[in-house]
Every structure is written in C-alpha cells, then in structure tokens.
C-alpha cells in the first residue's frame, strides 16, 4: 500500500533577509564583530596602514594597529529560521566616510560600536545614523584593560535620546555579538511599528 506524503512535512520557509550596518570610529572593533558572529567566512578589504596615511589617519590610542578597513566588511549570520542578517561594516577612518551613504542604502538599523577610551570617536557615526533617521543601538566594545564606566554615565557622555538602547559587549565573544544585532533588530521593529501606527491614524 502506497502512502502519501506526510501531512506533518513542514514547508520550507523562505527567510526574511535584513540589512544591518555596524558603524563606529577607527580601531574600535567592528571588522572584529562581523568576523566573530558571521557564519560565512566574512569579506574583509583590510589594507595595511603606511607612512604615507599618517598624516590623515589617527592612531591615538590604537597605536599597534597595523591594518585599516578601506570599504566594507561584509557577513552573514541565521538569527531563526525565518530570519537572516546581513551584516555590513562600514570604514572608521574619515576619508572612507563617502562609501557610508551606498552603504547605508536599505539598512533596517545600525550598531554604533563605541570604546569608553574614545567616545568621541563614536559622535560622527551617532550624528550620522539621526540625520537619516536609521534606527541604531550603541555597544560598547570592553576592550581589556579599558576602565568600564556604569551604563548611564556612558549615556550621558555620548548625549543619547532615552529611546537609543545601550548595551556592553565582548566584539571577540559571538553570543556577546548575537545579543547586540537582536537588540538593533527589536529596536528597529519596535519604531517601524510606532511609525506605521501613527501613520495609520
């Protein structure tokens, strides 16, 4: 006796695929990030800093970095079934900055990462993210040997709005990072839904 197929077979589900940007100074994790928590072996256009940038590129505090992204980083990593991140990684250095706006194109959020030794650093990229109304979340990087500040005092330094979140983390630790990417994906979910809301009324 044939059987047909089983009734319980699940459909593949076709996942949704989201952009999100991760954004911050020179030096302060982001190529870091996307390689910690990307599934795929990310895509990297690291070039190695000369004499000739010295003159442009600050070192200040990250003096034993040999290397600099000059485009993007790009990863990928499965949040559910239903859902697939797209992670790309913007240049830190200020010559790079014209790449952010192609970059930025049909992003869901951003993460601002941040380093408690250079918060200003995290300004540009901040300033950036609410002239276009690009809903992002702050991390701050705990760099070894980094004094860590309460959450609160770190708020207050960057001059957040009370409905930024702020979050610490470990670039290096992929749970750390998963956490961070659900925090800027339930934020941005949470002001789409506001913004549909009162549009709608």
Known sequence: MAFGRSSRTKTPVEPVTLKILVAGGFGVGKTTL????SEIRPLRTEEVLTEAGRPVDDLHGV????????AMDFGRITLREDLVLYLFGTPGQD????LWDELAQGALGAVVLADTRRLEDSFAAIDYFERRGIPFTVAVNCF???????????RAALDLDPEVELVMCDA??????KNVLVAVVEHALVLADRDHASVAT
Do not use: I, Q
Not at 63 to 70: I, L, N, W
């Open 172 to 177: 290096r630790d992929r749970e750390s990072v």
């Open 95 to 98: 010559r790079f900055w014209f």
């Open 63 to 70: 003096e034993s970095k040999t290397t600099t992204t000059v």
């Open 144 to 154: 070894e040997g980094a004094r860590r500040y309460p959450t609160e005092t770190v």
């Open 34 to 37: 996307v390689g910690a928590v």
